[in-house]
């Protein structure tokens, strides 16, 4: 009876551990938006073009024009949505805490949207840079700046948007308190390192932690007696 009680013990703590890489794993998913600031930048460098800085105020701007588009993608894949720019200024930027006085200028947009969602080195080649116009659009060299916003909506799709600008990173879209006041409820955006949530996986996510939790106190129980 004894044996039988350890060897059960065994079992849940196994089950718990893997329940718990399981939840770790899911965690280190990241933030698909700073991989997408990594690839333009590797593409524009294959290119001998500088490199861009990582703007956390222009990747915050990015994420609140995706947010407010997120419904506007058609059964073609194709964006349906033309923020205006009293939206960049009067909407986008305080929903951020960029400093007005801060506010650059942006030397240029890239925006996709896909029912399905697809990591980023495909999301860069076959929604967002997938022809000459967008592709001569990220080889502008008067860009010094960028920024990366995602969203995804259950039953609805996924959206992406690149901001650009040509100011310096230190003094245009300036966060207050460094963007520690951003409440980001959905989706992710780069110059941040706070994992992207998507509806589905954070329920997958307390699904896990939930079971682990269970399943720790049951075996806790299970000794006791
Ligand atoms: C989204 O689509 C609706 C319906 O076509 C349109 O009225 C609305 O202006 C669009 N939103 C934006 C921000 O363009
Ligand atoms: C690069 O971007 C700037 C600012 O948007 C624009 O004025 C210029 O025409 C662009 N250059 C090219 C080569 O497309
Ligand atoms: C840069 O991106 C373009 C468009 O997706 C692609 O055709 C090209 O091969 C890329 N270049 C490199 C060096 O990855
Ligand atoms: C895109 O640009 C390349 C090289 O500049 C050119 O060979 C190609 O024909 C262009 N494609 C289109 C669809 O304009
Ligand atoms: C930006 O700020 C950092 C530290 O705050 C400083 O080291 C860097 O030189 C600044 N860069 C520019 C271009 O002003
Ligand atoms: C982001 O990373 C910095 C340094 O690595 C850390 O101090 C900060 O707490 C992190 N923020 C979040 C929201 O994880």
């Known amino acids: ?35 997408l600031v990594s690839i333009i930048n590797d593409n524009r460098t294959a290119h001998k073009l500088p490199r861009l800085n990582d703007s956390p105020g222009l990747g915050c701007m990015a994420l609140q024009y995706v947010e407010l588009c997120k ?6 894949n ?6 205006s720019e009293d939206d960049f200024t009067e909407v986008f930027a305080p929903n951020c805490g960029v400093e007005l006085p801060t506010f650059g200028t942006i030397t ?8 399905k969602y697809v990591e980023p080195p495909l999301a860069f080649s076959n929604i967002l840079v997938k022809d000459n ?3 001569s659009l990220l080889r502008n060299k008067s860009h010094t700046e960028v920024g990366v916003g995602m969203v995804g909506v259950h039953k609805g799709s996924f959206f992406w948007c690149i901001l650009f600008s040509n100011g310096l990173t230190n003094s245009t879209f300036v966060l207050e308190n460094r963007g520690a006041g951003i409440k ?18 954070i329920r997958v996510d307390f699904f896990l932690f939930f079971v682990s939790i269970s399943s720790v106190v049951f075996s806790f129980f299970w000794q006791l007696v």
């Open 133 to 135: 116009r967008s592709l």
């Open 108 to 115: 240029g947009q890239l925006v996709g949207c896909q029912k």
């Open 184 to 201: 980001q409820k959905i989706g992710c955006h780069s110059g941040s390192n706070v994992t992207c949530s998507e509806g589905e996986k």
């Open 1 to 35: 009876m004894k044996t039988m009680k350890k060897l059960r013990c065994y079992e849940l703590h196994i089950f718990c551990y893997v329940l718990w890489a399981a939840l770790v794993h899911s965690k280190h998913h990241g933030n698909p938006a700073n991989d």
């Open 78 to 83: 194709l964006v349906n949505c033309k923020p």
């Open 71 to 76: 419904w506007n993608c058609t059964e073609n």
